[in-house]
């Protein structure tokens, strides 16, 4: 199983990017994919899941109202369009697959907001 993203990049506080995640080499049918993010010193969080079906649930207040995790329809690939970008957005950006027990993360994609 392979999972990469890409899409990071460095944008003023303001601005908007949208990452991109994609899984291959599994064949289960559910799945479910999410964003995590890692600042320096932080604990990695959370900032958005989604199903194989399209079911997302809510996200965490940091990013409510300007995160949205979307899915290709026939792919095992997500997105994240990030708007009003904030300096505390600055980050890796990890997508994980998560299949019956097991997990599995991509390498990191940074993002970095500052003017």
């Known amino acids: 199983v392979q999972v990469v993203e890409s899409g990071g990049a460095s944008v003023q506080p303001g601005g908007s990017l949208r990452l991109s995640c994609a899984a291959t080499?599994?064949?289960?049918?559910?799945?479910?994919m999410s964003w995590y993010r890692q600042a320096p010193g932080k604990e990695r969080e959370k900032v958005a899941t989604?199903?194989?079906?399209?079911?997302?649930?809510d996200y965490p207040d940091s990013v409510k109202g300007r995160f949205t995790i979307s899915r290709h329809r026939t792919m095992s690939k997500i997105y994240l369009q990030m708007n009003s970008l904030k300096p505390e957005d600055t980050a890796v950006y990890y997508c994980?697959?998560?299949?019956?027990?097991?997990?599995?993360w991509g390498q990191g994609t940074q993002v970095t907001v500052s003017s």
């Open positions: 989604i199903t194989n079906t399209g079911i997302v649930p």
């Open positions: 994980q697959l998560r299949v019956i027990d097991r997990e599995f």
């Open positions: 080499g599994f064949t289960f049918a559910n799945y479910v």
